[in-house]
């Protein structure tokens, strides 16, 4: 299941960047645009101040007046999934993919079941959460929108660069990944790719033991990764016909 190694990221949403950094980066690479313009005035007097005070000035770009997108209560990002709100001790409020790129996918397994991860995720003493959690039988719910950086992977690069997915079941039983779990977490996947314009292959889409500094070992040997694949790029294909 998702997981901080650490405090790193509520020391961050308390304006602190340079905590928790860990093996992977700072989270594949920033975009300035409009953030720049706004930001720009006070460039010149933080010349001698160096790369820590710019880059804290720099993601919180979004809190200045009229910059923040519109939120609406309970929206999702994925048609079909319900909503089950995380705890806001769980993410950090962000506007990806303006002050974060996002290229990863992480794969989850609870360790558990589909109810034991929404509660764990509205629990803010478990200080965790991915974005989705796919059900047994297909059912998406969404617990922290893709704007904001959800704390699941143990290293604050990764959480700041990717889209969390959890899955019900359990890493060492075979039967926990249904054809229709595998079938709808592709899809919602293959969306997540198209959205930020990121290939579905074995880079981009990781096991969260992959992550850099974690200690985890889900999802497991008996996570299907070539039929993932397959079934994300096969989504990705139907929904690029469907939009001609």
């Keep these: 299941m998702s997981e901080t190694t650490d405090a790193q990221e509520r020391s961050a949403s308390d304006g602190n960047p340079g905590q928790g950094d860990s093996a992977g980066g700072r989270g594949g690479g920033r975009r300035l ?8 005035g006070v460039a010149a007097g933080l010349a001698g101040v160096g790369y820590a005070a710019w880059d804290d000035l720099e993601r919180l770009w979004w809190r200045l007046p009229g910059v923040d997108r519109p939120r609406e209560e309970g929206a999702v990002d994925y048609p ?3 909503w089950a709100a995380a705890s806001p001790a769980n993410w950090r409020r962000a506007d990806r993919p303006y002050d974060y790129t996002v290229d990863r996918v ?3 397994v609870v360790q558990g079941s589909f109810s034991d ?4 995720f509205r629990n803010p003493g478990h200080r965790a959460a991915a974005h989705y959690v796919v059900r047994r039988d297909g059912v998406i719910a969404q617990t922290v929108r893709e704007l904001d950086v959800a704390f699941h992977a143990g290293n604050r690069a ?9 899955h019900e079941g359990f890493v060492d039983r075979p039967s926990s990944f249904t054809d229709r779990m595998y079938r709808a977490s592709a899809r919602l996947t293959a969306r997540i790719c198209e959205r930020y314009g990121f290939p579905a292959d074995r880079e981009h889409l ?3 033991s992959e992550v850099p500094g974690t200690d985890h070992t889900d999802p497991g040997p008996h996570w299907d990764w070539d ?11 139907d929904h690029e016909r469907s939009s001609r």
Excluded: F, K, P, W
Aim: proline share 0%; charged share 25%.
């Design 117 to 120: 991860a929404l509660a764990a």
């Design 80 to 82: 079909g999934a319900r």
């Design 227 to 237: 039929r993932y694949l397959r079934l994300v790029r096969a989504a990705m294909a």
């Design 206 to 208: 990781v096991d969260h």
């Design 33 to 40: 645009g409009r953030r720049a313009l706004l930001t720009g």
């Design 106 to 108: 992480v794969i989850h």
């Design 158 to 166: 990764y959480n700041e660069r990717s889209v969390g997915i959890e």
